[in-house]
């Protein structure tokens, strides 16, 4: 005997009327009605279902295989592609690779769901609960603000031995399209300096930067609290350059920024995986010479207004004052020997032509990205020389020494 398959309720309804019509309880022409078929229709059913049974009520193809089903040969061929090649990747990046690089076009459901046969993709079903935040328009106009972060992550996947590296990229707030980008070791003073300085060589001086409250962005609360005059030494780049900053209280308020890493993290690094990238520097190009460009081409949109509020600097700005400003910069005393200690090591201050300099002037340190050391006195660069803490604690001021004036 043939199974019978499960029937819905609006099967089992029909049903019912067509027996009620069988048994004469009804006409055929009240069940024409009650169905809103014709009664010819009704006359067919009846015969199929004295012929066939209840199951005469199953669509003739249940259980056959689709018109616009893909042939077998492609659906094998494709398994084998995504587990052996794309197994991590997903389905909007997967089908993509599938076309550019095997010639497969097919929609994004169908491959979709053949990821989900074979285990590769798990639906998101969760329901989470979110705090309410209001939506913010974003900016009209390219430049006007600048959304900036760093995101940790194993970008390498092991390769060239770096376990875990920093993407530093700044994204448009108005446009979306990432404006600069670039991996680091980490997401510290100099790394951040040396980004912005390629950033404003590249584009110029954006008004505004959004951030999040890092410490290499922000002072903590308790110190801004006591003091709001105190600046990061982030905050004073800003601050000397006329960069605006603007601090975010949450991840999901410079969502823009965080959206894009989501997406690199998917699909910038099967894109390293491919190419075999393995070093920083081989990435740092790649990114800048290609993949910049290809995913603003994706996923950009127009500013509602054209332009550019960029501020270019001149040539003498970029050259001669901007590289002493994006660096590191504390102060130090001078000693009655003419040194100064910093970070565990001695400069000696050397005569220097036009500058006078006497024991307890305030001397400024600027570490600049490349960890180079340049001394300034009055903003004015001393030369000076590094010496070990042997060789400094051997040396003996003496009268002349402490009322030396370098002229």
């Not at 014709?38 to 259980?63: V, Y």
């Amino acid at each position: 005997m043939e199974k019978l398959l499960p029937m819905s309720q609006k099967q089992l309804n029909k049903l019912d009327i067509l027996k009620r019509t069988s048994r004469k309880e009804i006409t055929q022409e009240h069940a024409a009605r009650l169905l809103k078929v014709r009664s010819r229709t009704i006359r067919r059913q009846l015969n199929r279902l004295d012929l066939e049974g209840p199951g005469c009520l199953h669509h003739g193809l249940i259980g056959q295989p689709s018109n616009n089903s893909l042939p077998q040969k492609e659906v094998l061929k494709i398994e084998k592609l995504l587990k052996n090649k794309y197994p991590d990747f997903s389905s909007t990046l997967a089908t993509e690779k599938l076309d550019e690089i095997h010639g497969i076009k097919r929609d994004i459901k169908t491959i979709r769901s053949i990821q989900v046969r074979l285990g590769l993709f798990q639906p998101h079903r969760q329901i989470k609960k979110v705090k309410h935040r209001q939506w913010r328009i974003p900016k009209s106009t390219f430049g006007e603000l600048v959304q900036f972060d760093g995101s940790y992550h194993d970008w390498f996947e092991g390769r060239g031995g770096i376990k875990e590296a920093c993407l530093l990229l700044a994204v448009d707030d108005a446009t979306g399209k990432i404006v600069h980008a670039k991996f680091a070791f980490h997401e510290g003073v100099l790394p951040v300096m040396d980004f912005w300085l390629e950033y404003i060589n590249i584009k110029g001086i954006p008004k505004e930067i959004y951030l999040d409250r890092f410490s290499t962005y922000s002072m903590n609360v308790k110190l801004a609290k006591e003091n709001p005059d105190t600046l990061t030494q982030f905050e004073r780049v800003c601050k000397e350059v006329g960069m605006g900053v603007v601090h975010a209280y949450s991840s999901q308020a410079k969502g823009r920024v965080e959206r894009k890493f989501k997406t690199l993290q998917d699909r910038l690094v099967k894109e390293m995986r491919l190419r075999n990238i393995c070093s920083i520097q081989e990435a740092n190009e790649f990114l800048v010479n290609e993949y910049i460009e290809i995913i603003n081409n994706k996923f950009s949109v127009e500013a509602r207004h054209e332009g550019d509020l960029h501020r270019k600097p001149n040539k003498h700005e970029l050259t001669n004052i901007f590289p002493y400003i994006f660096c590191r910069q504390n102060s130090r005393v001078i000693q009655n020997d003419f040194t100064i200690s910093y970070k565990n090591i001695w400069l000696q201050i050397l005569p220097t032509k036009r500058m006078a300099i006497r024991p307890k002037e305030v001397a400024w340190v600027h570490e600049m990205p490349d960890e180079s050391l340049h001394v300034f006195i009055r903003n004015k660069k001393a030369n000076h020389a590094i010496i070990s803490k042997q060789t400094r604690n051997k040396m003996k001021p003496t009268k002349q020494l402490k009322t030396l004036i370098y002229s």
